[in-house]
């Protein structure tokens, strides 16, 4: 699965913005998809995670009741939407896709299998 992040930009204190992952490659339903973000000076954080059908999604407490996380199996595409963006969500935010069916899903690195490039989300104060 090639995974491509879009949507990021400079916003300020309050205002939203969402992200787009778009999938190619490999049956994209077939995978769970995350989101990560890694600040300048600190490791890769998790974000949220969806389930491959989309009913199911995970998030970490740091967004949670901020950030929804959806997907589109048609269009090959998992949205982040941000509300009440704080500059600490300042980041590079990444797509991540993994197999597994467990749930709560893994929150590490390790339990994903692609990686997008990466968008960056600047929030100003």
């Known amino acids: ?5 879009s949507g990021g930009g400079l916003v300020q204190a309050g205002d939203s913005l969402r992200l787009s992952c778009a999938a190619s490659g490999r049956t994209f339903s077939n995978y769970r998809t995350a989101w990560f973000r890694q600040a300048p000076g600190k490791g890769r954080e998790f974000v949220g995670t969806i ?18 996380i959806s997907r589109d199996n048609a269009k090959n595409t998992v949205y982040l939407q941000m509300n009440s963006l704080k500059p600490e969500d300042t980041a590079v ?3 991540a896709a993994g197999g597994g069916s467990t749930w709560p899903p893994p929150t590490g690195l390790s339990g994903y299998f692609y990686w997008g490039q990466g968008t960056q989300v600047t929030v100003s104060s």
């Open 1 to 5: 699965v090639q995974l491509q992040a």
């Open 51 to 68: 389930s491959r059908s989309g009913v199911m999604v995970y998030y970490a407490d740091s967004v949670k009741g901020r950030f929804t």
């Open 93 to 95: 935010y990444y797509c």
